[in-house]
């Protein structure tokens, strides 16, 4: 079992930057593959990016390449989104997900097997 906490959502306005933190607890962080998520009102949730178990490779949406940057720090069960140039369009709750062993890249939410909470994120114009 993997429990995962999402923090560092809030308002910001556009052109603004936040970066999101994903805190691991549970099983060894370091054996899953992480992913970000984000579901805005009345949409389906959407894949943002994912990391490799080891931060070597990452992989985003097409839409937020150049915007946004998934990294983890293994020693500290944590892995982060750091988004700038942010959008009205980014408005969303933003989750974090973990996957066990598989192929990379896993941009499907049912790939993952554990979630957050998810964090808040409003982007004003």
């Known amino acids: 079992q993997v429990q995962l906490v999402e923090s560092g959502g809030g308002l910001v306005q556009a052109g603004g930057s936040l970066r999101l933190s994903c805190a691991a607890s549970?099983?060894?962080?370091?054996?899953?593959?992480m992913g970000w998520f984000r579901q805005a009102p009345g949409k389906e949730r959407e894949f943002v990016a994912a990391?490799?178990?080891?931060?070597?490779?990452?992989y985003y949406a097409d839409s937020l390449k150049g915007r946004f940057t998934i990294s983890r720090d293994n020693a500290f069960n944590t892995v982060y989104l750091q988004m700038n140039s942010l959008k009205p369009e980014d408005t969303a709750v933003y989750y974090c997900a973990a996957a066990s062993a598989g192929g990379f890249p896993r941009v499907a939410d049912y790939q993952y097997n554990y979630w957050g909470q998810g964090t808040q994120v409003t982007v004003s114009s």
């Open positions: 549970g099983r060894t962080f370091s054996g899953y593959a």
């Open positions: 990391i490799t178990w080891s931060g070597r490779y990452t």
